[in-house]
Each structure stands twice: as structure tokens, then as C-alpha cells.
């Protein structure tokens, strides 16, 4: 083992960290003003939950074990785990970087359903769905399980991350109904400035996430760094384009989701895929997006409040794709555009197998929650507000009004 890696792991590890309070200020600042507190709950409470179950049971039926689907409890609690010793970097040190996924993930999902879900069931939710779904797509993908073996290729969270918390987030949304007023009400962000601080943070947080991923202090960082950054920033100027074209004037909001959903789309592929393939999967990417935010959302009718299916489940599955098209043989893995259909196939194979298994399950954790307790906060608590309903809490407190 070399201090650097080790030194190099431990700041990538304190990035991504950083990325689930950023996501609460991204969050956040979308919703409604009497919602923001419970907004953000929503997402720094999985910083202690998720914390807690990764180190009691999440990473053994992660990472222990060679099972098909999912681990064995050999390393409950992290026992048996070494803090100085492992392949590269101490497996201590892995377990750590790799709960910082785990905590965004889940606090990804919240975002389909602020405004109306009750915190006592999203908290339970959360809880179930870290054991149920994350830890065993973990498993499969990186722990030597099943989506490995079919070749499927994902380097720091394409189908773990991003398709599964936007498919989940997308079923959690129809199970528990739409928003008060959906369709007659325009929702508007509330504080756009927090929008901004939170996907800057996002940003600087996800080289963490993507050149981490390389675990180690090496070349193959360096390239998931450029591949990262490029992609956002294409995606960034797509977004702004289309909306340049279609509404006439760019907008900072739209142009912090397209630099989202860049981030998004190169995850599975950000050390697979070569700069100037990164280049035209940002491009490519917010036009997706874009057309399933602003129109299928709303001719499907499904209220995913905050876009989390939109930008996560959509973008992670393009990147997926793209991934089997665009993988680099100089980077190990050969993509369909350079005349190999193997990869291609086992990505569309994992895409499918994980978005039935993550809403399949999703849809059975939540009606079980729903036969022991209320899902969705009543009518009038929702028309108040969640922050005073949930939390007797307010951001503003000079605000004393309904918002629409």
C-alpha cells in the first residue's frame, strides 16, 4: 500500500460526503419555502441512518462473501475487516469510501416525493431499502455478484446509484400519490441561490465519487476527473441551449440540472470511456432529460416533485448505454462503436435487471410501511406546510402564509 492512495481515498472519501448536505441545499432550494426544512431532513438524516446500517450490516452483504446476489454477515459491524492492511488501500478505508455512496443514494430518492410524504415513513423507507436494494446491487455490480458476471460494466455507480434511486424514487412517487394541487399549481423554486451552492458543491463532490472510484492515486483518476468535468460542462451548455431555444432565455436552474444530469450520464462510464466520448455524452444527455422533465412527466402525470427519476433515473440509464457504446479498449473494455456488441448487450441486460429489481422491491417496502402507518401527511398538514407539520420547525419565520 502507498500513503498517497491511502491519503488520496480519505479526501475523495470526505468529497462525496460533502455531497449529501449539498444535495439537501439543491433540494432544498427547489421546493416550496414552508417545505424546506423537511426537504433537507429528508436528506441529512440518511448521513446518520445510512451511516449506522452501513457499518452494522450494509457493507458485510455488500462486499462479503461470493454469493450470486447478495453477501453473507461475515463482516457484521466490520468485523474482521482491517484497517491497515487490503489491495491497494486498507479495507477499512474502502468500507469508508464506499458508505458515502450509500448516503447519497438514498438521499437521492427522497426528492420524488418532498411535499407530501411523512417523515416517520420516508425515515422507515430508507432504512428497508439500504438493506433490501442497495446492498445487494452493490453486491452484483462491484462485490463479484451477478451483474458482473454478465459483463456489465459500471465504475462508480450508473445502475447502484443513479438508475436504482431514480426508478425507486419514481414508483415511491405513484404509490404515494401527487401533490396537492398537481397540475393547477405552478411549483417554483424557492431560493435559486441555494440551487446554485448546492450543485457547485455537487460538483467538486463528484470528482471525489468518480476519480475515488479508481481507488488509487493513479492515471486512471486522473482520466475519470477529465471525463467527469467535461461531461457536466457539456451537458451544462446543452441544457442552457435548449432552453435558449425553446423559452428564449437560459435559466441558472436549468443550467445547474443540466451540470447534474452531465454528472450523472459519465458516472458508469467515467473511467471506461475516453474525453472526447465525454464530450458528447454531456451533449447528448440534457436533451433526454429535458424531454422527460418537461414532457412525459407531465403527459404520464406522474409526480416525481423534484425530478430525482428525471435526472438520476434517466440520466443514469443514457450513461449506461453510452458506456456500452463508447468504452475504450485502451481503457479495458471494448464499446459497440468500436465493433463489439458484448458490452452493449450486457449493459442494456443490467440496465433492465436493475430497474425491475429496484421497483419491484420499492413497491413492496413501501405498501408493507403503508399496512402499519400513514404514508402521506393529510390535507390540511400538507397545505400548511411539512416544516411546521413534521417538524414544528421554520426557516422563515416571518413567514405566516399558504404558499400555493
Not at 192 to 220: E, K, M
Not at 257 to 278: D, N, R
Amino acid at each position: 500500500m502507498e500513503a498517497a492512495n491511502i491519503a488520496f481515498i480519505i479526501i475523495c472519501s470526505a468529497m462525496v460526503f460533502l455531497m449529501t448536505p449539498a444535495l439537501a441545499f439543491f433540494y432544498g432550494g427547489l421546493e416550496r419555502r414552508k417545505n424546506i426544512l423537511n426537504t433537507m431532513m429528508m436528506v441529512i438524516c440518511v448521513m446518520g441512518l445510512a451511516s449506522v446500517i452501513w457499518i452494522g450490516i450494509g457493507y458485510t452483504l455488500s462486499f462479503s462473501g461470493d454469493g450470486l446476489f447478495i453477501g453473507n454477515l461475515d463482516n457484521l459491524f466490520l468485523n474482521g475487516v482491517s484497517m491497515s492492511e487490503g489491495e491497494g488501500i486498507p479495507d477499512g478505508l474502502f468500507a469508508g469510501f464506499q458508505m458515502m455512496f450509500a448516503l447519497i443514494t438514498t438521499a437521492i430518492i427522497t426528492g420524488s416525493v418532498v411535499g407530501r410524504m411523512r417523515f416517520s415513513a420516508i425515515f422507515l423507507f430508507i432504512a428497508a431499502w439500504l438493506v433490501i436494494v442497495y446492498s445487494p446491487l452493490a453486491h452484483m455490480v462491484w462485490g463479484g455478484g451477478f451483474l458482473d458476471a454478465i459483463g456489465s460494466i459500471d465504475f462508480a455507480g450508473g445502475n447502484v446509484v443513479h438508475i436504482s434511486s431514480g426508478i425507486s424514487g419514481l414508483v415511491l412517487a405513484l404509490v404515494v400519490g401527487q401533490r396537492r394541487g398537481f397540475k393547477q399549481t405552478e411549483y417554483r423554486p424557492h431560493n435559486i441561490p441555494f440551487i446554485v451552492l448546492g450543485t457547485g458543491l455537487l460538483w467538486f463532490g463528484w470528482f471525489g465519487f468518480n476519480a475515488g472510484s479508481a481507488l488509487a492515486a493513479d492515471g486512471l483518476a486522473v482520466h475519470a476527473l477529465l471525463t467527469t468535468n467535461t461531461s457536466a460542462a457539456a451537458a451544462m451548455l446543452s441544457w442552457m441551449l435548449i432552453e435558449k431555444l425553446t423559452i428564449g432565455k437560459p435559466t441558472a436552474v436549468g443550467a445547474c440540472t443540466g451540470a447534474v444530469v452531465g454528472l450523472v450520464a459519465i458516472t458508469p462510464g467515467a473511467g471506461f470511456v475516453s474525453l472526447w466520448s465525454s464530450l458528447i455524452i454531456g451533449a447528448l444527455v440534457s436533451p433526454f432529460c429535458y424531454y422527460f422533465i418537461s414532457v412525459i412527466k407531465h403527459k404520464l402525470g406522474y409526480d416525481d416533485a423534484l425530478d430525482a427519476f428525471g435526472c438520476h433515473g434517466i440520466g443514469g440509464i443514457f450513461g449506461g448505454i453510452m458506456t456500452g457504446i463508447f468504452a475504450d479498449p485502451a481503457l479495458g473494455h471494448t464499446g459497440l462503436i468500436y465493433g463489439e456488441a458484448n458490452l452493449f448487450i450486457a449493459q442494456v441486460a443490467s440496465i433492465v435487471f436493475t430497474a425491475i429489481f429496484a421497483g419491484l422491491a420499492t413497491f413492496i417496502i413501501i405498501r408493507i410501511i403503508k399496512l402499519f402507518m400513514p404514508i402521506r401527511v393529510s390535507a390540511q398538514e400538507e397545505a400548511l406546510g411539512l416544516d411546521h407539520s413534521e417538524h414544528d420547525e421554520s426557516a422563515y419565520p416571518t413567514f405566516m402564509g399558504l404558499d400555493s
